[in-house]
């Protein structure tokens, strides 16, 4: 019977082994990863005259399969695969550096290696908190079999029977959850921009990041006193007049109120409730109908109004069409100021996300609702492909 009471309390652990034997099952990938991310372009240093553009190209093809081992994995083996991919960059700026080709070649896949992982670890947390959920209800089943299940059988054979029944329903169990970490990972919990995201941060500036630099005042405070302060009085009415107001003048505030514009409208439309009486529901739909109907119209004129041109340049829509190009434009914050870190970093968490909404604006075209125009949508969809491409330009320079 202590045996058998031993068993019955040791089973809360076999979901942790069951965790614990996925997680080890991404071991076999390593030897794969490394032929791609370290022996290949290696070879390729020792065997090609123009060894920058092979390294391209190679990253080009490398691209999509890396994309495929993080999209198409089970879910339970997600945050481990991330793990693995990100050892790799860590063992290429170890190893990278600028004095040979080898060495520059090393740091070309480990930056698109840092990108990728990057991108995906936006979605950790919504990954965990999946698992989590698939978890629990199981867990919570197998906490209540315990309880109810015998451990005091004197009689060998109900002993027995005993045991049987619960190993059949421990059973189910594991396989329920096994097949629930084997699952594939559900594109929704990959990271986009959300109300909460782009109306709570919209704007940020340097005086709301950490460690701030400081104004002008208190830079030259301490230089006033070693030379003429009419000269540097001038100069910094100069540089708090005449430079702050050209740099005002390239400020994005039209463009951020455009911007909030739109996700608050979106956000109050989404956000109408309808009444429950089938009287006035019919009534209170069509009224929302036709306001989201007009909402549409009204910001493709200001679309139209403000010169986003309609349609793209072939070369822009080869690059939006790939995600290897798109991750090839993130910034590196390292070695930066802390003031300039924050604000990068809060930029590329947008630029990850953006990657993402702009593909399931994709999907939505081509399963949108039928109360709305397939003309009108496809209009805005090349508007935001517009948009976007224009905001890479503007990366890139």
Same mark, same amino acid.
């Given at each position: &019977?202590?045996?058998?009471?031993?068993?019955?309390? !040791?089973? #809360?652990?076999?979901?942790?082994?069951?965790?614990?034997?996925?997680?080890?099952?991404?071991?076999?990938?390593?030897f794969?990863?490394?032929?791609?991310?370290?022996?290949?372009p290696?070879?390729? !240093?020792?065997?090609?005259?123009?060894?920058?553009?092979?390294?391209?190209?190679?990253?080009? /093809?490398?691209?999509?399969?890396?994309?495929?081992? &993080?999209?198409?994995?089970?879910?339970?083996?997600?945050?481990?695969?991330?793990?693995?991919?990100? *050892?790799?960059?860590n063992?290429?700026?170890?190893t990278?550096?600028?004095?040979?080709?080898?060495?520059?070649s090393?740091?070309?896949?480990?930056? /698109?290696?840092? #990108?990728?992982?990057?991108?995906?670890?936006?979605?950790?947390?919504?990954?965990? #908190?999946?698992?989590?959920?698939?978890?629990?209800?199981?867990?919570?089943? &197998?906490?209540?079999?315990?309880?109810?299940?015998?451990?005091?059988?004197?009689?060998?054979?109900?002993?027995?029977?005993?045991?049987?029944? +619960? /190993?059949?329903?421990?059973?189910? !169990?594991?396989?329920?959850?096994?097949?629930?970490?084997?699952?594939?990972?559900?594109?929704?919990?990959?990271?986009?921009?959300?109300?909460?995201?782009?109306?709570?941060?919209?704007?940020?500036?340097?005086?709301?990041?950490?460690? *701030?630099?400081?104004?002008?005042?208190?830079?030259?405070?301490?230089?006033?006193?070693?030379?003429?302060?009419?000269?540097?009085?001038?100069?910094?009415?100069?540089?708090?007049?005449?430079?702050?107001?050209?740099?005002?003048?390239?400020? !994005?505030g039209?463009?951020?109120?455009?911007?909030?514009?739109?996700?608050?409208?979106?956000?109050?439309?989404?956000?109408?409730?309808?009444?429950?009486?089938?009287?006035?529901?019919?009534?209170?739909?069509?009224?929302?109908?036709?306001?989201?109907?007009?909402?549409?119209?009204?910001?493709?004129?200001?679309?139209?109004?403000?010169? @986003?041109?309609p349609?793209?340049?072939?070369q822009?829509?080869?690059?939006?069409?790939?995600?290897f190009?798109?991750?090839? *434009?993130?910034?590196?914050?390292?070695?930066?100021?802390?003031?300039?870190?924050?604000?990068?970093?809060?930029?590329?968490?947008?630029? /990850?996300?953006?990657?993402?909404?702009?593909?399931? #604006?994709?999907?939505?075209?081509? @399963?949108?609702?039928?109360d709305?125009? +397939?003309?009108d949508?496809?209009?805005?969809?090349?508007?935001?492909?517009?948009?976007?491409?224009?905001?890479?330009?503007?990366?890139?320079?």
């Amino acid at each position: &019977m202590s045996w058998r009471q031993l068993e019955l309390n !040791c089973w #809360a652990q076999l979901l942790e082994a069951q965790t614990q034997s996925m997680e080890n099952g991404v071991a076999e990938w390593w030897f794969r990863l490394y032929e791609l991310l370290i022996r290949s372009p290696l070879s390729i !240093c020792a065997s090609d005259d123009d060894t920058l553009s092979s390294i391209a190209d190679h990253l080009a /093809h490398v691209s999509p399969l890396l994309d495929q081992f &993080m999209r198409e994995g089970p879910i339970g083996q997600f945050e481990i695969r991330l793990n693995l991919l990100e *050892s790799f960059s860590n063992y290429g700026s170890l190893t990278g550096d600028d004095q040979s080709e080898k060495g520059r070649s090393i740091v070309r896949v480990t930056r /698109h290696v840092d #990108a990728l992982v990057q991108h995906y670890r936006l979605a950790t947390p919504g990954i965990i #908190a999946e698992i989590k959920r698939l978890r629990e209800p199981i867990e919570k089943e &197998m906490r209540d079999y315990i309880k109810l299940a015998s451990w005091k059988d004197v009689n060998i054979h109900a002993l027995k029977q005993s045991a049987n029944n +619960t /190993h059949r329903h421990l059973h189910r !169990c594991i396989r329920s959850f096994r097949e629930a970490l084997r699952s594939s990972v559900p594109s929704s919990l990959l990271p986009r921009i959300s109300y909460e995201h782009l109306v709570n941060g919209s704007t940020y500036t340097l005086e709301s990041s950490p460690d *701030s630099p400081p104004t002008t005042g208190h830079v030259f405070a301490s230089v006033k006193v070693l030379a003429d302060e009419t000269l540097f009085q001038r100069f910094t009415d100069i540089l708090n007049s005449d430079v702050v107001q050209v740099v005002s003048a390239w400020a !994005c505030g039209t463009a951020d109120v455009v911007a909030t514009s739109i996700i608050s409208t979106s956000q109050v439309l989404s956000a109408v409730p309808v009444s429950s009486n089938p009287k006035e529901k019919e009534k209170e739909f069509k009224s929302l109908l036709s306001r989201k109907k007009r909402a549409l119209a009204d910001l493709l004129k200001e679309l139209k109004r403000i010169g @986003v041109p309609p349609s793209l340049k072939p070369q822009q829509v080869s690059r939006l069409n790939s995600r290897f190009q798109l991750l090839e *434009s993130v910034i590196s914050s390292v070695g930066l100021p802390p003031h300039v870190q924050f604000l990068l970093e809060k930029s590329e968490d947008y630029f /990850h996300r953006l990657v993402n909404g702009l593909e399931a #604006a994709r999907i939505a075209f081509t @399963v949108h609702h039928s109360d709305v125009p +397939t003309r009108d949508l496809k209009r805005l969809l090349s508007s935001v492909e517009t948009i976007f491409a224009f905001s890479l330009d503007l990366r890139n320079q």
